[in-house]
């Protein structure tokens, strides 16, 4: 298997949800104890807001952004500047509790590509996988919320991975997701 970093990007700002969700409850924990659930055992590098409260876990290294403002891109530079170059990055987003550690593992067992995605009905999901070929490209990404800009470089081979997993799509950006992401668990 190549060498795999989680990324968890914990550093937005969380208006539409308009108080912090990440520390919320969910399942046995929070709604950040399952992102970081789904990455284990491999290393892990969480990009998070200041003040922000991340559980303490072996193999899990804490990267402040300290510039939110700038959005996902800042916080994957951040990210990408502490994990060696060889290495590939799984990003996940922090508001994604219902991803899994087996969602992780399908993409990871499909054949290798710069770029692997779960996608469903034509919709590309979370984590990303990006090559350390594609990795090279991160530090040039206007700031913002590029991911999509990143995943989809025509310069970059793409695996997209078929799922019905629900983990790869739902997130938590306001309190109706929250208390339908509840009532469904």
Not at 118 to 130: E, K, S, T
Request: hydrophobic share 45%; glycine share 6%.
């Amino acid at each position: 298997m190549r060498d795999v970093t989680c990324v968890v990007l914990a550093a937005g700002s969380a208006t539409r949800m308009g108080r912090e969700k990440l520390s919320l409850p969910f399942g046995d924990g929070t709604i950040l104890d399952a992102v970081l659930a789904a990455c284990a055992p491999l290393p892990v590098v969480v990009v998070a807001a200041p003040g922000l409260a991340i559980p303490s876990r072996a193999g899990t290294h804490i990267v402040i952004n300290d510039q939110p403002q700038r959005g996902m891109a800042q916080s994957l530079r951040l990210a990408n500047a502490e994990i060696p170059k060889s290495h590939a990055i799984a990003v996940f987003l922090a508001d994604k509790p219902l991803v899994s550690a087996e969602l992780l593992q399908n993409l990871l067992d499909a054949p290798e590509a710069d770029v692997v995605f779960p996608i469903r009905a034509g919709i590309a999901g979370h984590p990303v996988i990006f090559s350390a070929r594609a990795r090279t490209l991160i530090e040039s990404l206007p700031d913002g919320d590029t991911l999509q800009t990143l995943r989809n470089n025509a310069r970059l081979s793409q695996r997209p991975v078929p799922t019905q997993d629900d983990g790869a799509f739902v997130d938590v950006d306001t309190e109706a997701d929250y208390r339908a992401l509840r009532r469904d668990s």
